[in-house]
Protein backbone atom coordinates (compact mmCIF):
# COMPACT_ATOMS: atom_id res chain seq x y z
CA UNK A 1 0.00 0.00 0.00
CA UNK A 2 1.57 2.96 -0.92
CA UNK A 3 2.31 5.66 1.60
CA UNK A 4 0.76 8.70 2.86
CA UNK A 5 3.07 11.78 2.54
CA UNK A 6 2.69 15.01 4.30
CA UNK A 7 4.53 17.88 3.85
CA UNK A 8 4.65 21.08 6.03
CA UNK A 9 6.46 23.94 4.17
CA UNK A 10 6.31 25.06 0.61
CA UNK A 11 9.07 27.38 0.35
CA UNK A 12 11.87 27.75 -2.30
CA UNK A 13 12.94 23.74 -1.84
CA UNK A 14 9.93 22.51 0.10
CA UNK A 15 7.65 23.12 -2.90
CA UNK A 16 9.54 20.99 -5.39
CA UNK A 17 10.03 18.67 -3.04
CA UNK A 18 6.53 18.36 -2.40
CA UNK A 19 5.93 18.34 -6.29
CA UNK A 20 8.57 15.35 -6.24
CA UNK A 21 6.13 13.29 -3.86
CA UNK A 22 3.29 13.87 -6.39
CA UNK A 23 4.94 12.81 -9.10
CA UNK A 24 6.07 9.58 -7.89
CA UNK A 25 2.95 8.43 -6.99
CA UNK A 26 2.33 9.40 -3.48
CA UNK A 27 -0.83 10.17 -1.75
CA UNK A 28 0.31 13.78 -0.98
CA UNK A 29 -0.96 16.34 2.33
CA UNK A 30 0.47 19.88 2.08
CA UNK A 31 0.33 22.30 4.20
CA UNK A 32 1.69 26.57 4.18
CA UNK A 33 0.70 29.51 5.85
CA UNK A 34 0.24 31.31 1.93
CA UNK A 35 -2.85 29.70 0.19
CA UNK A 36 -1.28 30.57 -3.25
CA UNK A 37 1.22 28.11 -1.95
CA UNK A 38 -1.42 25.42 -0.98
CA UNK A 39 -3.53 26.24 -3.89
CA UNK A 40 -0.36 25.31 -6.42
CA UNK A 41 0.01 21.71 -4.83
CA UNK A 42 -3.46 20.87 -5.65
CA UNK A 43 -3.04 22.06 -9.20
CA UNK A 44 -0.51 19.28 -9.43
CA UNK A 45 -2.11 16.61 -7.71
CA UNK A 46 -1.70 17.21 -4.19
CA UNK A 47 -4.36 17.35 -1.35
CA UNK A 48 -4.18 20.49 0.83
CA UNK A 49 -4.84 20.79 4.50
CA UNK A 50 -5.50 23.84 6.50
CA UNK A 51 -3.23 23.20 9.43
CA UNK A 52 -0.74 21.50 10.37
CA UNK A 53 -2.68 19.01 12.48
CA UNK A 54 -4.39 17.83 9.69
CA UNK A 55 -1.07 17.13 7.68
CA UNK A 56 0.23 14.94 10.75
CA UNK A 57 -3.55 13.30 11.44
CA UNK A 58 -3.87 12.22 7.97
CA UNK A 59 -0.03 11.07 6.63
CA UNK A 60 2.02 8.35 7.68
CA UNK A 61 5.68 9.96 7.00
CA UNK A 62 5.64 14.38 7.92
CA UNK A 63 8.26 15.95 6.05
CA UNK A 64 8.37 19.74 7.54
CA UNK A 65 10.54 22.13 5.43
CA UNK A 66 10.31 25.34 7.31
CA UNK A 67 12.42 28.38 8.04
CA UNK A 68 14.32 28.09 11.16
CA UNK A 69 14.27 26.64 15.07
CA UNK A 70 11.28 29.02 16.12
CA UNK A 71 9.32 27.37 13.24
CA UNK A 72 9.83 24.03 13.32
CA UNK A 73 9.05 24.18 17.37
CA UNK A 74 5.74 25.84 16.39
CA UNK A 75 4.95 23.06 13.71
CA UNK A 76 6.13 20.32 15.82
CA UNK A 77 5.58 21.18 18.93
CA UNK A 78 2.98 23.55 18.92
CA UNK A 79 -1.05 22.93 20.66
CA UNK A 80 -1.98 22.27 17.06
CA UNK A 81 1.72 20.95 15.94
CA UNK A 82 2.53 17.57 14.47
CA UNK A 83 3.36 15.94 17.13
CA UNK A 84 0.02 16.68 19.22
CA UNK A 85 -1.98 15.23 16.29
CA UNK A 86 0.21 12.40 14.62
CA UNK A 87 -1.32 8.86 14.81
CA UNK A 88 1.70 6.38 16.98
CA UNK A 89 4.06 4.80 14.58
CA UNK A 90 3.76 8.09 12.54
CA UNK A 91 7.48 9.23 11.40
CA UNK A 92 8.35 13.45 11.06
CA UNK A 93 11.56 14.06 8.81
CA UNK A 94 12.60 17.56 9.62
CA UNK A 95 14.38 19.12 6.99
CA UNK A 96 15.20 22.55 7.92
CA UNK A 97 18.48 23.83 8.87
CA UNK A 98 18.64 24.11 12.97
CA UNK A 99 20.73 23.42 15.73
CA UNK A 100 21.00 20.11 16.40
CA UNK A 101 19.78 20.47 19.78
CA UNK A 102 16.35 21.50 18.83
CA UNK A 103 16.28 17.95 16.53
CA UNK A 104 17.01 16.78 20.53
CA UNK A 105 14.16 18.07 22.03
CA UNK A 106 11.76 17.34 19.03
CA UNK A 107 13.11 13.94 19.27
CA UNK A 108 12.60 13.53 22.87
CA UNK A 109 8.15 14.73 22.37
CA UNK A 110 8.05 12.85 19.61
CA UNK A 111 9.39 9.44 21.46
CA UNK A 112 7.71 10.60 23.81
CA UNK A 113 4.17 9.81 22.43
CA UNK A 114 5.36 6.86 20.12
CA UNK A 115 6.24 8.66 17.50
CA UNK A 116 9.36 8.17 14.84
CA UNK A 117 11.95 11.12 14.32
CA UNK A 118 15.20 11.77 11.72
CA UNK A 119 16.61 14.67 10.76
CA UNK A 120 17.06 14.51 6.86
CA UNK A 121 18.25 18.00 5.93
CA UNK A 122 19.57 18.14 2.20
CA UNK A 123 21.72 19.95 -0.20
CA UNK A 124 21.38 20.82 -4.01
CA UNK A 125 18.87 23.68 -3.51
CA UNK A 126 15.54 24.33 -5.41
CA UNK A 127 17.03 23.09 -8.87
CA UNK A 128 18.32 19.83 -7.31
CA UNK A 129 14.87 19.27 -5.71
CA UNK A 130 13.12 19.99 -9.04
CA UNK A 131 15.39 17.60 -10.62
CA UNK A 132 15.20 14.87 -8.04
CA UNK A 133 19.26 15.08 -7.25
CA UNK A 134 19.25 16.63 -3.79
CA UNK A 135 21.53 14.60 -1.10
CA UNK A 136 20.01 13.87 2.36
CA UNK A 137 21.92 13.92 5.39
CA UNK A 138 19.97 11.98 7.97
CA UNK A 139 20.52 11.55 11.89
CA UNK A 140 18.35 8.68 13.31
CA UNK A 141 17.35 5.32 14.27
CA UNK A 142 18.54 3.19 10.65
CA UNK A 143 15.11 1.76 10.58
CA UNK A 144 13.22 4.53 10.30
CA UNK A 145 15.34 5.77 7.67
CA UNK A 146 14.42 2.57 5.94
CA UNK A 147 10.48 3.35 6.02
CA UNK A 148 11.24 7.08 5.20
CA UNK A 149 13.50 6.05 2.14
CA UNK A 150 10.93 5.78 -0.82
CA UNK A 151 9.56 9.33 0.23
CA UNK A 152 12.98 10.22 0.55
CA UNK A 153 14.04 9.04 -2.76
CA UNK A 154 11.45 10.72 -4.44
CA UNK A 155 13.52 13.43 -4.47
CA UNK A 156 17.20 12.27 -3.54
CA UNK A 157 20.57 11.41 -5.64
CA UNK A 158 22.14 10.47 -2.73
CA UNK A 159 20.77 10.03 1.18
CA UNK A 160 23.40 9.66 3.49
CA UNK A 161 23.37 8.16 7.10
CA UNK A 162 25.34 10.42 9.47
CA UNK A 163 24.16 8.27 12.57
CA UNK A 164 21.96 9.26 15.90
CA UNK A 165 19.56 12.02 15.84
CA UNK A 166 21.06 15.33 15.40
CA UNK A 167 24.02 13.95 13.59
CA UNK A 168 22.22 14.86 9.97
CA UNK A 169 21.75 18.47 10.98
CA UNK A 170 25.82 18.31 12.51
CA UNK A 171 27.03 17.14 9.26
CA UNK A 172 24.18 20.18 7.24
CA UNK A 173 26.08 22.72 9.27
CA UNK A 174 29.49 21.88 8.45
CA UNK A 175 28.42 21.29 4.53
CA UNK A 176 27.02 24.84 4.82
CA UNK A 177 30.28 26.09 6.34
CA UNK A 178 32.41 24.54 3.30
CA UNK A 179 29.85 26.05 0.83
CA UNK A 180 29.76 29.51 1.89
CA UNK A 181 33.16 30.00 2.67
CA UNK A 182 33.94 28.42 -0.72
CA UNK A 183 31.94 31.39 -2.36
CA UNK A 184 33.54 33.71 -0.53
CA UNK A 185 36.89 32.40 -1.80
CA UNK A 186 35.95 32.59 -5.66
CA UNK A 187 34.29 36.00 -5.15
CA UNK A 188 37.17 37.70 -3.98
CA UNK A 189 39.43 35.58 -6.84
CA UNK A 190 37.32 36.77 -9.48
CA UNK A 191 37.02 40.38 -7.80
CA UNK A 192 40.87 40.11 -8.07
CA UNK A 193 41.28 38.78 -11.64
CA UNK A 194 38.99 41.79 -12.85
CA UNK A 195 39.84 44.66 -11.14
CA UNK A 196 43.07 43.64 -12.46
CA UNK A 197 42.00 44.20 -15.84
CA UNK A 198 41.96 40.42 -16.36
CA UNK A 199 39.53 37.59 -18.12
CA UNK A 200 37.65 35.41 -15.67
CA UNK A 201 38.27 32.75 -18.54
CA UNK A 202 41.64 31.44 -17.65
CA UNK A 203 41.25 31.52 -13.95
CA UNK A 204 37.68 29.31 -14.65
CA UNK A 205 39.63 26.91 -16.92
CA UNK A 206 42.56 26.39 -14.31
CA UNK A 207 40.69 25.81 -11.58
CA UNK A 208 38.14 23.98 -12.98
CA UNK A 209 41.28 21.51 -13.95
CA UNK A 210 42.72 21.34 -10.67
CA UNK A 211 39.28 20.65 -8.96
CA UNK A 212 39.09 24.10 -6.90
CA UNK A 213 36.39 24.94 -8.80
CA UNK A 214 33.21 23.14 -8.36
CA UNK A 215 29.85 22.67 -10.29
CA UNK A 216 28.34 24.60 -7.74
CA UNK A 217 31.06 27.23 -7.31
CA UNK A 218 31.14 27.88 -11.18
CA UNK A 219 27.37 28.26 -11.18
CA UNK A 220 27.48 31.25 -8.32
CA UNK A 221 30.79 32.79 -10.55
CA UNK A 222 27.92 32.45 -13.73
CA UNK A 223 25.11 34.35 -10.97
CA UNK A 224 27.28 36.62 -9.79
CA UNK A 225 28.48 37.74 -13.42
CA UNK A 226 24.58 38.46 -13.99
CA UNK A 227 23.78 40.46 -11.09
CA UNK A 228 26.78 42.77 -11.53
CA UNK A 229 25.27 43.28 -15.39
CA UNK A 230 21.92 43.61 -13.95
CA UNK A 231 22.56 45.69 -11.06
CA UNK A 232 19.04 48.01 -11.20
CA UNK A 233 16.96 44.78 -12.03
CA UNK A 234 14.40 44.70 -8.86
CA UNK A 235 13.45 41.51 -9.54
CA UNK A 236 16.68 40.11 -9.00
CA UNK A 237 17.87 42.38 -6.48
CA UNK A 238 14.43 40.42 -4.01
CA UNK A 239 16.44 37.36 -5.11
CA UNK A 240 19.57 38.38 -4.03
CA UNK A 241 18.46 39.74 -1.00
CA UNK A 242 16.42 36.62 0.03
CA UNK A 243 19.39 34.29 -0.96
CA UNK A 244 21.66 36.58 1.35
CA UNK A 245 18.70 36.38 4.33
CA UNK A 246 19.23 32.35 4.13
CA UNK A 247 22.68 32.73 4.23
CA UNK A 248 23.22 34.97 7.09
CA UNK A 249 20.59 32.76 9.25
CA UNK A 250 22.08 29.54 7.83
CA UNK A 251 25.79 30.60 9.46
CA UNK A 252 24.36 32.44 12.14
CA UNK A 253 23.15 28.82 13.14
CA UNK A 254 26.72 27.07 12.04
CA UNK A 255 28.43 29.57 15.04
CA UNK A 256 25.80 29.53 17.76
CA UNK A 257 26.06 25.73 17.63
CA UNK A 258 29.97 26.14 17.38
CA UNK A 259 29.74 28.29 20.63
CA UNK A 260 27.78 25.34 22.26
CA UNK A 261 31.18 22.87 21.40
CA UNK A 262 33.57 25.84 22.59
CA UNK A 263 34.57 25.80 18.80
CA UNK A 264 35.82 28.84 17.66
CA UNK A 265 35.21 29.43 14.01
CA UNK A 266 36.62 33.11 13.15
CA UNK A 267 36.84 32.58 9.18
CA UNK A 268 32.73 32.01 9.63
CA UNK A 269 31.98 34.90 11.42
CA UNK A 270 33.88 37.22 9.12
CA UNK A 271 32.09 34.89 6.20
CA UNK A 272 28.41 35.45 7.66
CA UNK A 273 29.25 39.21 7.54
CA UNK A 274 30.15 39.35 4.30
CA UNK A 275 27.78 37.09 2.60
CA UNK A 276 25.75 40.61 1.44
CA UNK A 277 28.52 41.80 -0.49
CA UNK A 278 29.58 38.32 -1.53
CA UNK A 279 26.22 37.98 -3.20
CA UNK A 280 25.74 41.69 -4.84
CA UNK A 281 22.83 42.74 -2.56
CA UNK A 282 22.86 46.45 -2.83
CA UNK A 283 22.38 47.64 0.86
CA UNK A 284 24.58 49.76 2.29
CA UNK A 285 23.74 48.61 5.54
CA UNK A 286 24.56 45.15 5.18
CA UNK A 287 27.59 45.92 3.40
Known amino acids: MAIRAGFIGLGNIGKPMAQRL ?38 EVIGVCVRDDNDVRHVTLGPDGVIAHARPDAIIALHSTILPRTVQEIGRAADARGIGLIDAPMTGAAAG ?22 VLAASAKQIVHCGELGSGAVTK ?17 ALLATQSGRSLDPLIE ?26 DDAALQTRVRNLTDLAEKDLAVTLAFAREQGVTLPGAAVCQQLMARVYGLRDDKRR
Open 22 to 59: VQAGFETIVYDVRADARRELTELGARAAESCAAVAAAS
Open 129 to 150: AQRGTLTYMVGGDPRLLERCRP
Open 173 to 189: LCNNLIGYMGFLAVFEA
Open 206 to 231: VTRSNGYLSDATASFVRFRQTVEQQR
